[in-house]
């Protein structure tokens, strides 16, 4: 396995430089590891090693999307960091790629037709790029953030998040509803 530490630096934004990995963290070469899906489980198996089950995760999920990502075992403990899925077989890559999106399914908001408050939540009838629904957000200032310039991340009652990537893009009557909200 090759180790690497990263730049140090600070945050999840464009441009930064990013943090150093601890003392134990070490980057995986994709000729180092194999990725298959057994029972809708992700394992991996490094070198001619035991086949053993991880998830892979973001560390940068809105700024770099497509680099810096951890592989972590069953108990969530870090195995390593795939700087990148260059130099993976495609079906290698393909098979990571699902994954990522599976993890990361975040429906995307193309307008918003109603806010209707009632007392500290608000129900909000949107479209998105999974069809129209509506979805409760409770303490609106706290729920929906804007941790790049014009991307919106949303978070509702459940849990479940929803982003705005280009709020310039939704149409008039989208941003003057978004605008008297937030």
Known sequence: MSEETL????ADEPGAEWPELPPEGRTLAPADVCFRREDARLQMREGEGEWREVSVVRLFPLSEPERWLAVLDDKQADIGLLCDLEGFEPEQRLLLEDELRRRYLTPVITAISAIRHRGDVA????????????IVVRNVREKVKEPLPGHLTIEDAQGNRYEIPHRAALDAASRRL???EI
Do not use: K, Y
């Not at 730049?7 to 600070?10: D, L």
């Not at 129900?123 to 509506?134: C, Y």
């Open 7 to 10: 730049p140090t630096g600070s």
């Open 123 to 134: 129900e909000w009838t949107v479209a998105t790029d999974r069809g129209e629904t509506s």
């Open 178 to 180: 978004l605008d008297m």
